[in-house]
């Protein structure tokens, strides 16, 4: 397989996205801005959570090549929490988290796994199949009470922090390779053209990370934001946000 990739922070502010890639596996994080952070109980920043959670990641698939996504998964949040069980306080909700999306090429079958709102985009005979984690949209309420109390439970949404369990609540499958040309992962800050202002499909949006690239896609989210674009799904959005996109392309 072949790849590309273009990641770019909020202006102004670190950068909580992360990808990772290897011969035969592509790997998308996001990072998540705890509510409170003065009252989180973990000492580290965002992107030292989401660093360790991708380079576990990209060790397990390295050297396990056959391994189990949500297996890996699950074994990288377990040494992500190792790595500060003794400074941090782990019970606590608001630790920093991570969505997590994975696509494998193994033999002819593609491996995927989506945790949180981080969508992957499918390119199948030219028709686009977006492979979506939604439980976070669909939530009734955003405060931080109403947030902290269903993260990580059944009633709410899934995302990779303290808990290895979560790693098996994922969106994941596996799917023949045959008519897959590209592949798309996406933060959400790269998504929002579709999901968040509703300004264009996805077949859309895959063209232009197709034709101009991944670059070329982040820049005309920037652009959108801005000129003032809202969000059109009911749900508080930042004004920027850190956007990462990578196209993957599959021998024939």
């Not at 290897?22 to 920043?45: F, M, Q, R, S, Y």
């Not at 920093?96 to 796994?113: E, H």
């Not at 990580?152 to 949404?157: A, L």
Request: charge should be negative.
């Amino acid at each position: 397989m072949r790849a590309v990739m273009e990641s770019q922070a909020t202006p102004g502010r670190a950068n909580d996205d992360y990808a990772a890639l290897g011969l035969e596996w592509a790997v998308v994080l996001d990072g998540a801005t705890a509510l409170k952070p003065a009252e989180n109980g973990c000492i580290h920043d965002v992107p030292w959570v989401v660093h360790r959670l991708a380079g576990n990641l990209a060790h397990l698939l390295t050297i396990a090549p056959d391994v189990a996504l949500a297996d890996a998964l699950a074994e990288s949040i377990a040494r992500t929490c190792a790595a500060h069980e003794k400074t941090c306080d782990l019970s606590n909700p608001d630790s920093p988290s991570s969505t997590v999306t994975i696509l494998r090429c193994r033999d002819d079958f593609l491996d995927y796994l989506v945790l949180g709102d981080s969508p992957l985009l499918v390119n199948r005979a030219g028709k686009v199949e977006p492979i979506l984690d939604e439980r976070m949209a669909n939530l009734n309420d955003y405060s931080y009470e109403a947030v902290m109390a269903v993260q990580n439970t059944p009633e709410g949404y899934y995302v990779a922090s303290t808990m290895p369990d979560a790693a098996y609540q994922a969106v994941r499958g596996t799917v023949p390779a045959e008519g897959v040309d590209a592949a798309a992962l996406l933060t959400d800050g790269a998504s929002r053209l579709v999901d968040a202002f509703q300004l264009m499909s996805w077949e859309e949006l895959f063209r232009i990370l197709s034709d101009e690239g991944p670059a070329s896609l982040v820049a005309r989210t920037r652009k959108v934001e801005a000129d003032g674009a809202t969000a059109n799904d009911g749900r508080k959005r930042k004004h920027h946000d850190d956007a990462t996109a990578v196209l993957v392309e599959l021998a024939p």
